[in-house]
């Protein structure tokens, strides 16, 4: 891994947990699940070997390998050197070989391991667990005991054991007891068992009757749901409990398993298809400043990805890279991409694959590239039309393993100098160094500048700025990259610890608890409670018998040990020692430190100390914690320091209540505070749960606390002496209240003009924040400079948690945008730079009207060419036009690369044109999604018609920077076929987008309906549905198990059903949360949609958990094409927000889907849902009966 030095160890597979382990000398560390490994690589081509070059040296390509894995979408590296060619050998098929074992395991195989992973973390050494680590699992397992079910069962479970401690198995037997206790209610409810076992003829019709399912399958099903090994399965049957669990496992998910292959025809022309695409595929995070990765190609085309983009740049070496533009991402290679792409391009699918090419070279660099495509991928590349004289784009089928390049072409007979207009240019959707993307502000300079830090003065932090002509932009500070200069008397960075001389840095340490009188008898208590942490678990105290000496405390296979440090005077200074003729240190840290890498040798023990015990008073030293500060005060500090700045915030007692303690932080220019509940020596944060504050502090400095602000930036006591001491009387009365947060958010169905002083007025479309439903036709919102005004709710949509926060329309950096300066009338200068301004070596000051904002500069030159350019800005007496700086730039094309274009040439849309005369096989345009969305409303029927032959392509809009997506059905719905989306970033857009290409293999091809290529059909009027049956769909949600999150503490579980798919028919229906539950919830809760385009239609499942401030996170979902589910009473397996299985996390539901054929028609009796939805939809009459109720039931 490439942030540690390598080290000589060994590796090894746990396979009860599938866990992959790494163990040296000092610690084993747990690398991955290997479920999690995506693919495994020999050799040495990674960022790891490539790190430490002379240890790489030292070892043969061909007894190296790679394994790349992830739960998101980079890839980790674990970069191994084995001892021979043939060990080598040996882990490449072994870990093959296990990785296809373990996806391919029965329920029980996989709640044993999910259960295992759990139970090894707290057994002691004899592989038992007693009552208080039971506790802690089942706590682990995100359930909260509420009644005495959970008592009765561990008094069960201990008497049968005969002793204060159980084994896995026992335990295991004990969570399953558990789960069925609480959830045989749905059996009970949905007459689904009584309480005697269900036989295989039993089984057998319910399959058949219920399951619409083939019952001769019955007797396989059942030996592979028993839970009993030893049970004589001559005649097989199934317990309750084992029934319910099968429903709830894998083998009964609502996903058709046929669709896992290719069921669709595959021989239509290429634009009748929708085609799995990504939109800037080089990139693994945000737009700016961000990492550009070979590996994010490999991952790309592992996910089906058929349509990659490239953005090729020159460089003063003469090679061609790939990176974004101007807006300081990294750069690689363009000849180890194209090598990547080569060697994956077919692994998942078949199909063509598109290269989207952004090229910003010269002439000679473009013949380059033509030369590096023709030799990297040889026959593969596609160089000539499948046949002379086509009309239609050629098929899938005719294209297979063919690589088709997307580019600007020369005019048959041009030249190679040719202006953009002429050629068909890529200016329209790149995303070089030009304007930025349809009709943003021209971007005139950009880079990574400095801002003061918010709390510490004379430190500087780095922020992404970009000057426009109207304004001055920039983000947040840029995480991991922070430069501070002097600053250790103020009390402290980022890290929130005091700074203390070397002889007291153990004083800072968790392991060390003299801070208070820790006696030998409070000392084993405390380690025995944490005994789970394992064998050497320690703390240092001081020592009761001999004065200015410290004590180390070990716990060591079930017993306590206690041993002395010595201490002693050389000169001036003390120094430290375990024994007599031992080595000797300078300070107490360095001698802990030693003995963590070191054994101590006794004789009782030989041990390597290891977990310290936490000490739940050490936030009592931290330098964001201040014990004597009230609620009052802790807004004018946070007020006077944040400005514009999120997560300045400290720890406090609370006010109100004794004992307990609040957190206070800025966030959207006001200033909040959350009460930590302090309960049996442990600290809650709303679900969250931690052993210390400093655990919750650097959790939540890690991870966002609201929104998306952390807990960056600690006020520290000098700090905040020094604001009392400017002015210790002033109190902002009008501060907002702390509490006060809405979350509810509207979007407008149509537009509204108000009557009234106290109206809001607004366009369609517009998103209304901060809604407070007052009244039942009035409510209260915020939008544009309009606080809590009225408007109907009648003309409004609530929109769902997860829905992309469009207030980010409004800013060009997006969500990552921290503010602006207005530079029409602003003064700029250059202002004296202080001597301790560390990486600051010039400073722009800008006033504009009450605003001002300080800039650092890391040298004089680069000041001056931006404050010129500043000073031009703010000079202008109206509104710069974008036509100053030429947008017809020229663009030239090599001939080479024109003539690998085949099929894609890149072309602008001219929208009469193209409406009036059709779209042509072998041309696509490029949109980015605003573009789109006009066209598409302005024009639907026209779009659909254009998509008949012609192609487009739609990109993310350009304030999109945090890389988020927009939705892809509504392009799809008018048929776009290319809609590139940022495969990086796990939001709704990507889920959505992975569950329409799960349909037809995976293989990122899928054949579009049929509607549209019904002249009469029009995407947004169901009205123009002709002949066409509704679909009633009726969900019931019974129950969930195993839903999990990343952090510690209780879930409590809220589900959302939703249909998506054409504007007509989306809905949204949400399921009552079940509080402190997310092992085992039940709700038995029913819904009722209706579906007229099922072919369009998406069915998202959606779990979220409640957090601190009311917020909803997504912690699990599933999507999935309506055409390829199951009826009856099924498992819908959960994901991640990157669509990444989560093990044995599952919904329960009944699906079932009535259809309602037009008068006129008698289908079959066996006509199902999936044959339906591919039915013509030529015929001539209307589905008038059908059509009388649309409204969403």
């Excluded at 395991?105 to 391991?113: D, I, T, V």
């Excluded at 429903?247 to 290719?262: C, E, R």
Aim: aromatic fraction near 10%; proline fraction near 5%; charge should be negative.
């Amino acid at each position: 891994q490439s942030r540690s030095k390598p080290e000589a160890g060994t590796l090894s597979v746990k396979r009860e947990t599938c866990r992959l382990i790494w163990k040296n000398n000092q610690s084993t560390q747990v690398i991955a699940s290997l479920l999690e490994i995506k693919y495994i690589k020999r050799g040495k081509n990674s960022k790891d070997f490539a790190k430490w070059i002379d240890e790489s040296n030292t070892h043969d390509s061909s007894k190296c390998f790679i394994i790349y894995y992830t739960t998101e979408f980079k890839l980790k590296t674990l970069s191994v050197a084995a001892l021979s060619e043939l060990e080598c050998q040996d882990w490449l098929e072994g870990l093959q070989s296990l990785r296809l074992e373990a996806g391919v395991a029965g329920y029980n195989m996989q709640l044993e391991r999910h259960l295992r992973t759990e139970f090894y973390d707290v057994q002691n050494q004899y592989e038992r667990v007693g009552v208080r680590e039971v506790r802690q699992l089942v706590t682990r397992l995100h359930y909260k005991e509420r009644g005495q079910s959970l008592k009765t069962l561990l008094t069960q479970k201990f008497e049968s054991a005969g002793r204060e401690e159980i084994y896995f198995d026992q335990f295991c037997d004990m969570i399953k007891q558990l789960i069925w206790d609480k959830q045989k209610l749905i059996c009970d409810e949905n007459q689904l068992t009584e309480s005697r076992p269900i036989s295989l003829s039993q089984f057998s019709s319910f399959l058949r009757d219920q399951q619409m399912q083939d019952s001769t399958e019955a007797a396989d099903i059942i030996k592979q749901a028993v839970d009993d090994m030893v049970r004589d399965l001559a005649e097989p049957y199934l317990q309750p409990n084992e029934f319910l669990q099968y429903l709830f496992s894998k083998a009964n998910q609502i996903w058709d398993k046929k669709h896992d292959t290719v069921n669709q025809d595959m021989t239509r022309p290429l634009s009748h298809y929708f085609i799995s695409s990504s939109h800037n595929t080089y990139l693994v995070g945000k737009q700016v400043g961000d990492e550009s990765s070979v590996e994010a190609y490999i991952r790309a085309l592992y996910m089906g990805c058929r349509c990659i983009e490239l953005d090729t740049w020159p460089e003063k070496d003469g090679k061609i890279y790939i990176y974004h533009g101007f807006a300081l991402t990294t750069k690689i290679l363009l000849d180890d991409v194209l090598v990547a792409i080569r060697d994956h391009a077919f692994v998942t699918s078949p199909y063509p694959l598109i290269l989207s090419i952004e090229d910003h070279c010269t002439l000679p660099h473009q013949r380059d590239m033509a030369r590096l495509l023709r030799e990297t991928f040889g026959t593969s590349l596609l160089t000539e039309p499948i046949q002379a004289g086509e009309t239609l784009a050629p098929s899938p089928e005719a294209l297979k393993y063919k690589i088709i390049i997307k580019h600007k072409k020369l005019n048959d007979g041009a030249s190679e100098e040719t202006t953009a207009g002429a050629a068909g240019s890529n200016s329209a959707a790149g995303s070089g160094g030009g304007p930025v993307e349809d009709g943003n502000p021209e971007v005139i300079r950009r880079a990574l500048l400095y801002r003061r830090h918010p709390v510490l003065q004379n430190q500087w932090l780095k922020h992404y700025f970009m000057l426009t002509p109207t304004r001055l932009y920039y983000t947040h500070a840029c995480e991991n990259d922070e430069d501070t200069s002097a600053g250790a008397d103020d009390g402290g960075a980022a890290g929130g610890q005091v700074n203390l001389p070397p002889e007291k840095r153990h004083q800072s340490e968790p392991w060390y608890h003299g801070q208070s009188t820790v006696t030998r008898t409070m000392a084993e208590e405390l380690l025995n409670q944490h005994a789970a942490l394992g064998d050497a678990t320690f703390l240092v105290r001081r020592s009761e018998n001999f004065v200015g000496d410290f004590t180390l405390s070990l716990w060591f296979r079930g017993h306590s040990y206690h041993c002395r440090i010595h201490s002693h005077q050389e000169s001036d200074r003390t120094r430290y020692y375990i024994k007599e003729n031992s080595v000797v240190f300078d300070t107490l840290y360095e001698l802990i430190q030693h003995y963590r890498t070191n054994p101590i040798h006794s004789q009782s023990i030989v041990a390597t100390l290891g977990a310290a015990v936490p000490q739940p008073d050490s936030h009592m030293r931290m330098s964001w914690y201040h014990a004597d500060l009230d609620r009052r005060k802790a807004e004018l500090c946070l007020h006077r320091l944040s400005r514009d700045q999120d997560g300045v915030f400290l720890v406090r007692p609370s006010s109100k209540h004794t004992g307990q303690f609040a957190v206070s932080f800025s966030t959207g220019h006001q200033i909040m505070h959350c009460r930590v509940l302090r309960e049996d020596g442990l600290f809650e944060l709303g679900s969250a749960v931690f052993e210390t504050l400093g655990q919750l502090v650097d959790y939540y400095g890690a991870n966002p606390l609201f929104r998306n602000t952390k807990l960056r930036y600690p006020v520290s006591p000098a700090v905040l002496q020094s604001v009392f001491a400017q002015d210790p009387g002033v109190y902002d009365p009008v501060a907002p209240e702390p509490h006060y947060v809405i979350n509810l958010r509207v979007k407008a169905k149509q537009k509204y003009s108000a009557k009234q002083a106290d109206e809001l007025t607004f366009p369609k479309h517009a998103i209304i924040h901060n809604v407070n439903q007052v009244f039942d036709e009035w409510w209260k919102g915020d939008y544009g400079a309009r606080r809590q005004h009225l408007f109907p709710a009648n003309y409004v949509e609530v929109l769902p948690p997860d829905a992309a926060d469009d207030r980010a329309d409004e800013q060009l950096l997006g969500t990552l945008q921290q503010g602006s300066l207005d530079l029409l009338g602003c003064t700029p200068k250059l202002t004296p730079t202080p001597s301790n301004s560390g990486p600051v070596q010039a400073i722009i000051k800008l006033v504009s009207g009450l605003a001002v904002l300080e800039v650092g500069f890391s040298t004089e030159s680069e000041a001056t060419d931006w404050l010129k350019d500043i000073k031009a800005m703010a000079a202008r007496d109206e509104p710069f036009s974008q036509n100053v700086r030429a947008h017809e730039r020229r663009r030239d094309v090599a001939r080479q690369m024109s003539d690998l274009v085949i099929y894609f040439h890149s072309v602008n849309f001219n929208k009469a044109t193209m409406f009036s005369e059709g779209g042509v096989h072998n041309q696509v345009s490029s949109h980015n999604e605003m573009r789109i969305e006009r066209y598409m409303e302005a024009n639907p029927q026209k779009m659909l018609q254009y998509h008949k032959v012609g192609f487009s392509r739609v990109y993310p809009k350009g304030t999109r920077v945090e890389s988020s997506n927009f939705m892809p059905l509504p392009m799809w719905c008018h048929g776009v076929q290319c809609v590139a989306l940022n495969y990086q970033t796990g939001d709704k857009g990507m889920q959505v987008n992975h569950g329409m290409f799960l349909q037809n293999g995976g293989m990122g091809y899928v054949l579009r309906p049929d509607i549209h290529f019904d002249d009469q059909y029009n995407p947004v009027d169901p009205l123009t549905l002709r002949n066409r049956p509704v679909h009633d769909i009726t969900i019931k949600i019974l129950g969930a198990r195993h839903l999990t999150r990343t952090r510690n503490g209780l879930i409590s579980p809220l589900v959302e059903v939703e249909l998506l798919g054409c504007s007509y028919e989306t809905t949204t229906r949400y399921v009552t949360a079940s509080v402190g539950n997310g092992l085992c919830p039940v709700w038995n809760e029913t819904f009722k949609l209706r579906v007229l385009t099922p072919e369009l239609a998406m069915l998202r499942f959606v779990v979220y958990d409640e957090e601190l401030f009311g917020e909803q996170i997504l912690i699990a979902q599933a999507t999935y094409p309506m055409t390829c589910l199951r009826q009856g009473y099924r498992s819908v397996p959960l994901k991640n927000n990157f669509s990444e299985d989560l093990e044995v996390a599952s919904l329960l539901v009944h699906y079932s889907v009535k259809v309602q054929y037009p008068s006129g028609e008698h289908p079959s009796a066996t006509r199902t849902l999936s044959s339906a939805s591919t039915a013509s939809a030529s015929d001539s009459t209307t589905a008038a009966s059908s059509l009388a109720d649309l409204h969403i039931s």
